[in-house]
Nanobody, 121 residues
């Protein structure tokens, strides 16, 4: 019954910013870690960022450190991915995921439908 609904993707130019949102329902949102993943055409799913249940800790793949920021608003059951200084290499379908514990243990139970991010040169 858990549902994750992503939004915020689109077509932008190199150097632009986007903020992705993921609205969760059907589960006690504040009890679980959340993550963002992405998948480019012809490539496997890649971890992007994760955030603990209380927002006090987070981690990122090296390629987005300093450019992307994951955050959450537990009152709104929403996790965000702020993406700045976007590059063509960031082009992918971005997926929101809910973890199976309060901390990022690389195990996720639920996934959103994905939202397309395309960064042009």
């Amino acid at each position: 019954q858990v549902q994750l609904v992503e939004s915020g993707g689109g077509l932008v130019q190199t150097g632009d910013s986007l903020r992705l949102s993921c609205l969760a329902s059907g589960r006690t949102f504040e009890d679980y870690a959340m993550g963002w993943f992405r998948q480019a055409p012809g490539k496997g799913r890649e971890f992007v960022a994760a955030i603990a249940w209380n927002g006090r800790s987070s981690d990122y793949v090296d390629s987005v450190k300093g450019r992307f920021t994951i955050s959450r608003d537990n009152a709104k059951n929403t996790v965000y991915l702020q993406m700045n200084s976007l590059k063509p290499e960031d082009t992918a379908v971005y997926y929101c995921a809910m973890g199976n514990s309060a901390w990022n243990n690389n195990q996720y139970d639920y996934w959103g439908q994905g939202t397309q991010v395309t960064v042009s040169s």
